[in-house]
Every structure is written in C-alpha cells, then in structure tokens.
Nanobody
Framework: QVQLVESGGGLVQAGGSLRLSCTTS????????MGWYRQAPGKQRELVAH???????NYADSVKGRFTISRDYAKNTVYLQMNSLKPEDTAVYYC??????????????????WGQGTQVTVSS
C-alpha cells in the first residue's frame, strides 16, 4: 500500500522557519518526482516546489529564495525548508509523488500519490 507520511507543520510567527518532511517507500521514492503543494482555504491547490528523481528543482515564484526542497535518498524522505515565512504562506501542505508505475519496462502508465496534508499557519 502506497503511503506518504508528512510531518513538520505547525504554528509559527512571520519571519520564522519550518521544515516539512515526507517519507514514503523506497520503491516509490527511488523513481518518483517529489513535490510539495499547498492549498489555502477557498483557493486552488498550487505547486510550491518540485524535485525530480534526477535532481532538478523548481519553485513557485512566491517562494523562490525562501523555500528549499531537498531529498534524502537514504531515508526515502523529501523535505521542504521554509524560511522567512509570511502569513500568505498559511495553507495545508501536501506531499506528492509522481512517476512511471513500471519504470523497468516499456510502459507509460504513471502514478500520482498524495499525502494527507500538514497544516502550516503563519501569524502576523
């Protein structure tokens, strides 16, 4: 059973920092592009940061220079280091794993899994 376990959310004052963690199975983590998304109340879910299995990263313009996504392959864990937090960063943050379902064979079937979400609240 696929499971993405998120942690690290909480309440922090503006200007503070949090680090989110997302751990999954080795079989998923070793082949997946990992990402962090967030959804604020009444808003669409949006991409925050993305990290491919090959090491490429990209960030939403609103978080560039403040957030950093990283992967620890030994721990099957992706992190989102969030610095200089702003009230507008308040949202539920979701971990995502996406990739080929059968990477060792000729197949285009893909997976797209989501964690349960972790709340980040930034007070002014």
């Amino acid at each position: 059973q696929v499971q993405l376990v998120e942690s690290g959310g909480g309440l922090v004052q503006a200007g503070g920092s949090l680090r989110l963690s997302c751990t999954t199975s080795r079989s998923i983590f070793s082949t997946a592009a990992m990402g962090w998304y967030r959804q604020a109340p009444g808003k669409q879910r949006e991409l925050v940061a993305h990290y491919t299995s090959g090491g490429s990263t990209n960030y939403a313009d609103s978080v560039k220079g403040r957030f950093t996504i990283s992967r620890d392959y030994a721990k099957n864990t992706v992190y989102l280091q969030m610095n200089s937090l702003k009230p507008e960063d308040t949202a539920v943050y979701y971990c995502n794993a996406e990739g080929l379902l059968y990477p060792s064979v000729e197949s285009q079937l893909r997976f797209d899994y989501w964690g349960q979400g972790t709340q980040v609240t930034v007070s002014s």
